[in-house]
């Protein structure tokens, strides 16, 4: 593994072997650390490729940046592992927007804010990790203090993100709207985004969950998304994605009946695995929701729809829609009168389109939903130290792969989670409670890892 230079190296060695608190504060900091970043200067080098051959192998760098100063109310932290999000995949392919120009607008913000007004954006958004410093500000963590982190960067300052931080009107995710993401050796992250490690998992288990995870809370489970009771039915697309593989577990963790939506008879498996029993196989079904780029097809929603009553004997209660312009007339069709169709994302397209009359006629809901607030977060998290929700973990990359690792979510080639190892020289490493392992069981923790071989 490429090692940045001796300071770093000297961390890595001793979170390895266990060094307390005191030892790691102790330790001189490095001037600069390797990780993850695409460069400003290169924004319009896919200019006239298509979206799915833009290549983020060519746009991430993996080099050495310097380290930011460190805020009174920011840890730095010592990065284990990290994850590919699918925003990782759009800020290196610079859709819908290149990312510098939200770090500008946050540098304008104040002084320290300034910082992330660099010429190379350091990207990811999710970390597992060990604290190193802290600033003066910060009361609740300390040097040693074994984290995962999530990714909503609020300005505590603002009254607007006193209710449900979400709303905040400065709310950004770190790592994407913000610099000095997690896919690197050393991060800078707010107090206010740490969360306690679960103690049953490795460093790359812990670092795939943060920001899927509580996506998927808030979506299904939180009193700002669709309220999932027992015995409701959600339909879920992309069931063996990212944060469709956290709605299935939520829905089968609050009593609920998952339908998963996916493109393969070996996700279908998974999916059967994971303990779904209703599974649609889109491309085998053959749904051509659009007949043509401007023309949706009813008869092929009247279809889907069908093939959910068949499934579960009724229209779900719930849709847990992502992939937007392809989907979503068919998803605001299928659900139930009175139900609800939760939303976070547009995959394939965000202008969409839905028939307005099974909306209104049918006492419908269209919820919007965007990342969790720390509350919800948290809860994410613990329940994921209580061994009640598992991580996704599938493919394990080293950062030096971080571009093949990002093509690969983009292609929509892997199952769950794609691990990113930093300073974790290896996979298996971090378990703090092996016996709290044993009980949860290892074949729920290595699911998706197993099937991904
Ligand atoms: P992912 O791991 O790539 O999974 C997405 C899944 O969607 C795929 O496994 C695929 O499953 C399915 N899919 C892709 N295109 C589709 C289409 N045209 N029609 C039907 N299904 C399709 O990505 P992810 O991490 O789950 O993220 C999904 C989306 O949510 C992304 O756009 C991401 O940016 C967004 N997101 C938003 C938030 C937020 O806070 N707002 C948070 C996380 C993610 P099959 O091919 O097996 O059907």
Not at 77 to 100: C, D, G, K, R
Not at 183 to 208: G, I, R
Not at 285 to 314: S, V
Not at 344 to 370: I, P, Q
């Amino acid at each position: 593994m490429t090692t940045s230079n001796s300071e770093v190296s000297a961390i890595r060695a001793a979170i390895l072997e266990g060094a307390p608190g005191e030892e790691l504060a102790s330790l001189a900091l490095p001037e600069s650390f390797r990780a993850a970043y695409v460069r400003r200067d290169e924004v319009a080098m896919f200019e006239g490729v298509p979206s799915a051959e833009k290549d983020p192998r060519k746009s991430l760098h993996v080099d050495e940046v310097a380290r930011p100063e460190l805020a009174p109310d920011e840890v730095y932290l010592a990065v284990m592992a990290s994850s590919i999000n699918f925003n990782t995949v759009w800020t290196s392919i610079f859709e819908p927007l290149p990312t510098f120009g939200f770090l500008d607008r946050l540098a304008r913000e104040s002084e320290w804010a300034a910082r992330h007004r660099r010429d190379e954006h350091i990207i990811g958004s999710d970390a597992s990790g060990v604290v190193l410093r802290v600033g003066s500000a910060v009361r609740n963590w300390k040097p040693g203090d074994h984290v995962t982190v999530h990714c909503n960067h609020v300005d505590d300052q603002d009254p607007s993100a006193h209710d449900d931080s979400m709303l905040a009107t400065n709310q950004r995710i770190w790592g994407f709207e913000t610099n000095f993401g997690g896919l690197a050796e050393l991060s800078v992250v707010k107090a206010n985004q740490l969360m306690p490690k679960p103690t049953h998992l490795t460093w790359e288990e812990s670092a795939v969950n943060a920001l899927c995870n509580s996506t998927s809370y808030r979506m299904i489970v939180s009193d700002n998304g669709a309220r999932m009771k027992q015995g409701d039915s959600v339909l879920v697309w992309g069931a063996t994605g990212g944060i469709g593989g956290y709605a299935i577990q939520y829905v089968l963790n609050g009593g609920g009946t998952p339908v998963g939506v996916v493109s393969s008879p070996e996700r279908a498996a998974l999916l059967n695995a994971m303990g779904c029993e209703a599974v649609i196989d889109r491309r085998a079904e053959q749904y051509a929701f659009w007949k043509d780029e401007h023309t949706q097809d009813e008869t092929e929603w009247r279809r889907f729809g069908g093939r959910i009553r068949e499934l579960i004997g009724e229209d779900p209660d719930i849709v847990f829609e992502h992939p937007g312009r392809s989907t979503l007339g068919a998803s605001i069709f299928a659900v139930k009168r009175g139900g609800t169709v939760v939303t976070c994302a547009a995959t394939s397209g965000y202008m969409v389109e839905f028939d307005n009359r099974h909306f209104w006629m049918k006492l419908k809901r269209l919820l919007s939903s965007h990342f969790a607030n720390y509350a919800e977060s948290w809860a994410a998290n613990r329940l994921i130290d209580q061994g009640r929700i598992h991580p996704l973990l599938s493919t394990v990359h080293p950062l030096d792969d971080v571009g093949e690792a990002a093509r690969s979510v983009h292609r929509n080639e892997v199952e769950g989670k794609v691990g990113v190892l930093c300073l974790a020289p290896e996979e298996g490493l971090g378990i703090a409670d092996p016996a709290k392992r044993e009980r949860i069981g290892e074949d729920k923790i290595t699911l998706f890892r197993r099937h991904a071989g």
